[in-house]
């Protein structure tokens, strides 16, 4: 019918701009640092969004693995930060806007601060300079 429509519409969502939704989400994320395998956890949360970007609602896309605690945990993790009022209303891209988005919430690379800030330039520029740490003397 025509609401089913209504989820495919709006512009093509890119690499950034699904960066740009979820950088404002982790912070509100207080996942559990000490599970073992971090790696295998990775949840989808597909949210519903209006227009002003409130969240309508939200919920985990691989709902198989619901029946492993350690899954559920991060999961239900996951579906209280995109339900968070500290990081909702989502400021959307200037001029876009999805009723629908699909956020991954990846608890490896959150744990081994892959959603953290950038590590400073100097450092960068050492570790791209063939990966050995540059001695000082």
């Given amino acids: 019918g025509p609401q089913a429509a209504l989820l495919t519409e709006g512009p093509p ?6 960066d740009a939704i979820r950088t404002q989400l982790i912070p509100c994320w207080s996942f559990d640092a000490g599970v073992p395998n971090p790696e295998n ?3 989808v949360v597909r949210i519903n969004v209006r227009e002003d970007g409130m969240v309508t609602g939200a919920q985990v896309e691989d709902t198989s693995r619901m029946g492993d605690p350690t899954f ?15 990081c909702v209303p989502l400021k ?6 999805w009723p629908q988005m699909d956020i ?9 601060g892959g959603y953290g800030p950038k590590p400073p330039k100097s450092h960068q520029r050492r570790v791209l300079s063939g990966g050995r740490m ?3 003397w």
């Avoid at 969502?13 to 699904?18: E, H, L, V, Y």
């Avoid at 559920?72 to 500290?86: F, I, W």
């Avoid at 991954?104 to 081994?112: M, P, S």
């Fill in 41 to 43: 956890y990775t949840v």
């Fill in 13 to 18: 969502m890119t690499a950034s701009d699904n």
């Fill in 104 to 112: 991954v919430f990846d608890l490896g690379k959150a744990i081994n």
């Fill in 134 to 136: 540059e001695r000082p």
């Fill in 72 to 86: 559920r945990s991060v999961a239900e993790s996951a579906l209280r930060a995109v339900e968070n009022p500290s």
């Fill in 92 to 97: 959307l891209p200037q001029g876009k806007y």
